[in-house]
């Protein structure tokens, strides 16, 4: 077999399984209309770790690991560190972990990381984050670059980060007239008025081990 012949092959079993990935989602899709319908007065009953989503139920991955715990506190570092230093121009901001975010009467996430201003009322997130980063694993990554994706864009949150431990990768997304774009070279992020910090995710991953 030929290199290009292989190349091919190569490029055709991506495409199957990109396609395959494509219509398991839109079955889970189809499938979540047939669900009960809850609210958040609901939510809060349960016991367990939970999103709910559109009304319906979706359980949360298993306990972190230890990559992605080590990840989730460099960033909460570098973050709260920026914050700390620009406490004159950036005002009541903190960035809170794993933390109830309340978007509508059926609707709750419970993003990794969210950067959060002038809202410290009640124990939940109760307005867009300024920005929301969620580490993927291989048993949430469809939802974090689908569901999420849209209903964050649809929030009008203005910075969504998705971060990849197992292969130190990232992905910035900016919101730009209501959509999102990719912006992977963005380190700079405007929370508000003259407040903006600075983050480099690869410094994150630097002090992990190998």
């Known amino acids: ?12 079993f991506n495409e199957q399984i990109r396609i395959a990935v494509f219509f398991c989602y839109l079955c889970y899709m ?22 709910l989503i559109d009304g319906v139920p ?7 690991t230890k990559r992605h715990q080590m990840v989730a506190s460099e960033i909460n ?20 972990y794993e933390t109830d975010w309340e978007v509508n ?5 419970r993003p990794d990381i969210a ?15 300024v920005i929301i980063i969620e580490i993927i694993s291989p048993s949430s990554g469809l939802k974090d670059r689908h569901t999420k994706y849209g209903f964050y864009e649809e929030q009008l949150v203005p910075y969504y980060i998705l971060l990849d431990p197992i292969r130190n990768s990232f992905s910035v997304f900016v919101l730009e007239n209501g959509r999102y774009e990719e912006r992977n070279e963005t380190s700079s992020f405007k ?14 991953f630097a002090n992990l081990p190998n």
């Open 58 to 64: 979706s359980a949360m991955t298993p306990a972190p």
């Open 30 to 51: 189809r499938a979540q209309r047939y669900l009960p319908n809850y609210t958040v007065a609901d939510y809060r009953l349960w016991e367990g770790d939970w999103e």
């Open 1 to 12: 077999m030929s290199g290009n012949d292989k190349e091919k092959c190569v490029y055709l």
């Open 105 to 109: 009467n059926n609707t709750v996430f």
């Open 77 to 96: 570092f570098l973050i709260s560190l920026e914050l700390k230093n620009q406490k004159d121009s950036c005002g009541i901001c903190r960035v809170v």
């Open 191 to 204: 929370i508000h008025g003259d407040c903006a910090i600075t983050l480099d995710v690869n410094d994150a």
């Open 115 to 129: 950067v959060i201003c002038n809202d410290d009322e009640g124990n939940v997130i109760n307005k867009p984050p």
